[in-house]
């Protein structure tokens, strides 16, 4: 991280990172970046993002299928926010 304060979300944790740190993140698995202080949160990112791939949303029970980036639950096409708050 360059600046600010930020939350990690996972299937199984939040944790607090800052200034200095760093995270990981297996590939297909679920997270969520949350900024938490008053200044902006800088942060660099390396990533492989294939062009053939596919996310679980858990708290909304959805598939993003990519390259298409149709977003299904259950077999049925839903909007990228159905289901999130």
Same mark, same amino acid.
């Given at each position: 991280?360059?600046? +600010?304060?930020?939350?990690? *979300?996972?299937?199984? %944790?939040? =944790? %607090?990172?800052?200034?200095? #740190?760093? @995270?990981?993140? !297996?590939?297909?698995?679920? $997270?969520?970046?949350?900024?938490? +202080? $008053?200044?902006? @949160?800088? /942060?660099?990112?390396? !990533?492989?993002?294939?062009?053939?791939?596919?996310?679980?949303?858990? =708290? %909304?029970?959805?598939?993003?299928?990519?390259? =298409? +980036?149709?977003?299904? *639950? !259950?077999?049925?096409?839903? +909007?990228? /926010?159905?289901?999130? #708050?």
């Amino acid at each position: 991280m360059i600046s +600010g304060t930020a939350t990690v *979300r996972t299937n199984d %944790s939040v =944790q %607090s990172v800052s200034v200095g #740190e760093a @995270f990981v993140q !297996a590939p297909g698995t679920a $997270h969520q970046i949350l900024n938490e +202080g $008053h200044e902006d @949160f800088v /942060f660099y990112v390396i !990533a492989d993002n294939p062009p053939a791939d596919s996310t679980w949303y858990p =708290q %909304s029970k959805k598939w993003m299928l990519k390259p =298409q +980036g149709k977003i299904y *639950r !259950a077999g049925t096409e839903v +909007g990228y /926010f159905d289901g999130e #708050e």
